[in-house]
């Protein structure tokens, strides 16, 4: 018998059965407190015409609600916001829980070119986070001028479906440039930097939380201390996007992505508010074509956020202070020098798979040094942990050559 694993973190709390409302009129945001819902179509990106369904709650009269904006799959080839069962069922949803929701279209490529050059396909990758960044910022320019929507701009959940989640797991988990791996940057800033060039400029990026259902990151490494929170869904035996870290669509694309075989422990270790469904022997999106899948994901999705909205659950968080870590010489060749402002316990030395290559313990000191001879050129990631545990631990980008 196939089984359903199901884990979550809550930093230093634990969820108890049930849920205190005290922030939540009754019944809002569980439960289905809408019978109908209306549906209508805007351009949020002018510069390339992409379309996106608003789903709201008919006769809802709240002056500050959450939003919810999903992305449909498709590998980033095919699909639209009105052919991904999934997403839609969960805009109606959610709609008629109290949520304004938004499925939308997203710039695709085409297979050939993503299978034959893989700077193409992190080309069009990147063409479709910024896409989701201006679906984003298209509310939140809303929030401060008509405010047709009434959205609670600190309640902001985005996410997907495959391919959606793949794109709205990199806008959620790369905070900045200063994150972002060169061949990935370098692809940025031929399109419009780290915000894109989609449109709604000049409002921010700003997310509570991320819906993953079977998507992936490019590396465990984007993922920090105390990051966003996420509920996430995937199968064991999916090929499409990898459970583990390997090449997706079977290894046609040769752009590393990794699953949630490797991001849960990530996401434990980095005190990540997350919940997350395995599905053990399935394949892609199983939930696309089993109602009973697709009721379990939902359920997930609606506590997760609830527990937010609601109780605040993710803001009930350990805190650390910070201190900084500098390398050089970086790109290295032979040895990196690691120094940091607080002294250093261990050094881990992991690869754009997030697979561990090196680890030092025992340090007690403020700098070490590590020989790089053995490593073959390429990105490495960096992470320092410090002999205070109060002091949270640091992710830095390595290139060797």
Same mark, same amino acid.
């Given at each position: 018998?196939?089984?359903?694993?199901?884990?979550?973190?809550?930093?230093?709390?634990?969820?108890?059965?049930?849920?205190?409302?005290?922030?939540?009129?009754?019944?809002?945001?569980?439960?289905?407190?809408?019978?109908?819902?209306?549906?209508?179509?805007?351009?949020?990106?002018?510069?390339?015409?992409?379309?996106?369904?608003?789903?709201?709650?008919?006769?809802?009269?709240?002056?500050?609600?959450?939003? *919810?904006?999903?992305?449909?799959?498709?590998?980033?080839?095919?699909?639209?916001?009105?052919?991904?069962?999934?997403?839609?069922?969960?805009?109606?949803?959610?709609?008629?829980?109290?949520?304004?929701?938004?499925?939308?279209?997203?710039?695709?490529?085409?297979?050939?070119?993503?299978?034959?050059?893989?700077?193409?396909?992190?080309?069009?990758?990147?063409?479709?986070?910024?896409?989701?960044?201006?679906?984003?910022?298209?509310?939140?320019?809303?929030?401060?001028?008509?405010?047709?929507?009434?959205?609670?701009?600190?309640?902001?959940?985005?996410?997907?479906?495959?391919?959606?989640?793949?794109?709205? *797991? /990199?806008?959620?988990?790369?905070?900045?440039?200063?994150?972002?791996?060169?061949?990935?940057?370098?692809? *940025?800033?031929?399109?419009?930097?780290?915000?894109?060039?989609? $449109?709604?400029?000049?409002?921010?990026?700003?997310?509570?939380?991320?819906?993953?259902?079977?998507?992936?990151?490019?590396?465990?490494?984007?993922?920090?201390?105390?990051?966003?929170?996420?509920?996430?869904?995937?199968?064991?035996?999916?090929?499409?996007?990898?459970?583990?870290?390997?090449?997706?669509?079977?290894?046609?694309?040769?752009?590393?992505?990794?699953?949630? $075989?490797?991001?849960?422990?990530?996401?434990?270790?980095?005190?990540?508010? /997350?919940?997350?469904?395995?599905?053990?022997?399935?394949?892609?999106?199983?939930?696309?074509?089993?109602?009973?899948?697709?009721?379990?994901?939902?359920?997930?999705?609606?506590?997760?956020?609830?527990?937010?909205?609601?109780?605040?659950?993710?803001?009930?968080?350990?805190?650390?202070?910070?201190?900084?870590?500098?390398?050089?010489?970086?790109?290295?060749?032979?040895?990196?020098?690691?120094?940091?402002?607080?002294?250093?316990?261990?050094?881990?030395?992991?690869?754009?798979?997030?697979?561990?290559?090196?680890?030092?313990?025992?340090?007690?000191?403020?700098?070490?040094?590590?020989?790089?001879?053995?490593?073959?050129?390429?990105?490495?990631?960096?992470?320092?942990?410090?002999?205070?545990?109060?002091?949270?631990?640091?992710?830095?980008?390595?290139?060797?050559?």
């Amino acid at each position: 018998m196939k089984k359903i694993l199901y884990s979550f973190l809550l930093g230093i709390s634990v969820m108890g059965a049930t849920r205190a409302a005290a922030q939540c009129p009754a019944g809002r945001y569980d439960t289905e407190l809408f019978p109908t819902y209306s549906v209508s179509t805007v351009t949020y990106s002018t510069p390339y015409n992409l379309q996106m369904d608003i789903y709201q709650p008919d006769g809802d009269t709240y002056p500050n609600r959450p939003l *919810m904006i999903l992305g449909h799959g498709g590998s980033f080839i095919g699909g639209s916001k009105t052919d991904d069962p999934t997403i839609v069922e969960l805009c109606k949803r959610f709609a008629k829980r109290g949520y304004v929701t938004a499925s939308i279209n997203y710039r695709l490529g085409d297979l050939f070119s993503m299978a034959a050059d893989s700077n193409k396909a992190i080309s069009i990758v990147v063409k479709a986070i910024s896409d989701g960044k201006a679906a984003i910022r298209y509310f939140m320019k809303d929030a401060y001028t008509s405010n047709t929507y009434h959205i609670d701009t600190n309640n902001i959940f985005v996410g997907g479906n495959s391919a959606g989640a793949v794109l709205y *797991m /990199h806008v959620g988990y790369l905070g900045s440039m200063a994150e972002v791996p060169s061949y990935i940057a370098d692809t *940025m800033l031929t399109n419009g930097g780290f915000e894109g060039n989609s $449109g709604n400029e000049g409002y921010n990026v700003k997310v509570r939380g991320i819906i993953n259902l079977a998507g992936a990151l490019n590396s465990t490494s984007f993922i920090n201390y105390n990051d966003k929170p996420s509920v996430n869904a995937q199968g064991t035996a999916d090929n499409t996007v990898p459970y583990n870290c390997a090449y997706p669509l079977s290894g046609v694309v040769h752009v590393n992505l990794c699953g949630m $075989g490797q991001l849960e422990s990530v996401m434990a270790t980095q005190n990540i508010y /997350h919940m997350t469904r395995i599905y053990d022997g399935e394949g892609h999106v199983p939930w696309s074509s089993n109602a009973v899948m697709l009721n379990s994901v939902d359920s997930m999705v609606e506590e997760f956020c609830y527990n937010i909205i609601c109780d605040g659950a993710a803001a009930v968080k350990e805190t650390k202070n910070t201190t900084q870590v500098s390398l050089y010489p970086n790109p290295a060749t032979g040895s990196v020098n690691i120094s940091a402002g607080a002294a250093l316990s261990a050094i881990t030395i992991c690869d754009q798979t997030g697979r561990t290559l090196h680890t030092i313990t025992g340090i007690r000191s403020n700098s070490y040094t590590v020989n790089t001879g053995a490593f073959a050129p390429g990105l490495y990631f960096v992470r320092a942990t410090f002999a205070d545990g109060n002091v949270a631990p640091i992710v830095k980008q390595l290139v060797i050559q």
